[in-house]
C-alpha cells in the first residue's frame, strides 16, 4: 500500500504474463497490457493520478468487504485479484485482525504524507459474501470490524460509518435485498445514502446532490435515435436545467454536461 501511494517501482514479482496478456497481482483485470513496458506505464500513470487525486481530497473513504485473501501458494504472496487463474495456484485464508489493522495503520500513515488535511473514514460493506458461507461471512465481516476497532484505538483521527450496522441492524429484513440475499436493493442504497449525507454533508452539497442525480441519470440514458426531435428536446431540456445548476451551483464546474446537452452539437453530426 505505501508504495502504491508514493510511486515506487511497481515490484517486479507483481508483474506476470498469462494467455498473452500482462497483468498486476496487485490490480484489477483492466490494469492489464500487451507488453511488461507498457504495463508499468499504464500503472505509473495511475500512480501519479492517484496521489493527485489524495493531494486535492478532503475525505477518503475506506470499505472494507471480506477478511478473506487469496495467496499464491508458491511465494505465500496475498493477491487483490486472481485474473482467471487456476484456483490450484492459490490458497485462501482468514487474516488476523492485527493483520488488517497493522495494514491499514501504514496505509494512515502513507496517506498522511501526501495530504495532512483529508478525513479518513472507514466502512464495512452490508454486501453479504455468501460464497464463502454464512458463517464465514459473519466470521469474516467480525474480524473487518475488530480490525476497524484497532486502528481507530490506534489512530484516534480515523471515523467510522455504520453502512454495514445500518442494513443489518435498523433495517434488518430481507426485503431490503436483492433477489439474491446478498445485496442490498434499492431502497437499502437510498436509505444508506441519504444517513450518509445526513452525517458527512452540509445542506447545500446534499442539495447539489440530489439536484445533480437526474442529470447524471440523463447523461447514462440510452440514445436509440439521435437526430429524432424527442431527443432534441431531451437534450434542450436538460441543457436549461444545467444552466439553472450553473446558476444555482457557480463553484462548480458543469463544462462537461453543457457539451453533452448542447442540443446544436447534432447539426455537427
Not at 439521435?226 to 444545467?242: A, E, K, M, P
Request: with cysteine; net charge neutral; hydrophobic share 35%.
Amino acid at each position: 500500500m505505501k508504495s502504491f501511494l508514493l510511486k515506487e517501482n511497481h515490484p517486479a514479482e507483481d508483474l506476470f504474463e498469462a494467455n498473452g496478456s500482462w497483468f498486476s497481482r496487485q490490480c484489477h483485470t483492466k490494469w492489464s497490457a500487451d507488453s511488461k513496458t507498457e504495463l508499468e506505464d499504464k500503472l505509473n500513470e495511475m500512480y501519479v493520478s492517484s496521489a493527485e487525486f489524495i493531494r486535492q481530497s478532503s475525505f477518503l473513504f475506506i470499505t472494507l468487504g471480506s477478511a478473506f485473501v487469496y495467496e499464491l501458494k508458491e511465494t505465500k504472496q496475498i493477491v487483490a485479484n486472481c485474473h482467471r487463474l487456476p484456483n490450484t495456484l492459490f490458497t485462501k485464508r482468514l487474516l488476523s485482525v492485527d493483520e488488517i489493522a497493522d495494514s491499514f495503520l501504514e496505509l494512515c500513515v502513507a496517506l498522511k504524507t501526501l495530504n495532512p488535511k483529508p478525513k479518513v473514514v472507514f466502512t464495512v460493506s452490508p454486501v453479504k459474501h455468501l460464497r464463502d458461507g454464512v458463517e464465514e461471512n459473519n466470521l469474516s465481516k467480525s474480524t473487518l470490524l475488530l480490525a476497524i476497532r484497532k486502528i481507530r484505538d490506534k489512530y484516534p483521527a480515523v471515523e467510522y460509518f455504520p453502512s454495514f450496522e445500518i442494513v443489518n441492524d435498523e433495517l434488518r429484513d430481507y426485503r431490503f435485498y436483492e433477489s439474491d440475499f446478498a445485496h442490498p436493493n434499492k431502497m437499502a442504497i437510498d436509505y444508506v445514502i441519504e444517513r450518509f449525507k445526513q452525517t458527512y454533508m452540509s445542506e447545500r452539497a446534499s442539495s447539489f446532490v440530489s439536484d445533480y442525480s437526474e442529470i447524471r441519470a440523463a447523461m447514462n440514458h440510452r440514445v436509440v435515435q439521435q437526430s429524432s426531435n424527442s431527443h432534441r428536446n431531451f437534450l434542450r431540456s436538460f441543457y436549461q436545467r444545467t444552466q439553472a445548476m450553473k446558476v444555482k451551483y457557480p463553484e462548480m464546474d458543469f463544462s462537461r454536461e453543457l457539451e453533452y446537452f448542447n442540443p446544436d452539437n447534432l447539426l455537427a453530426v
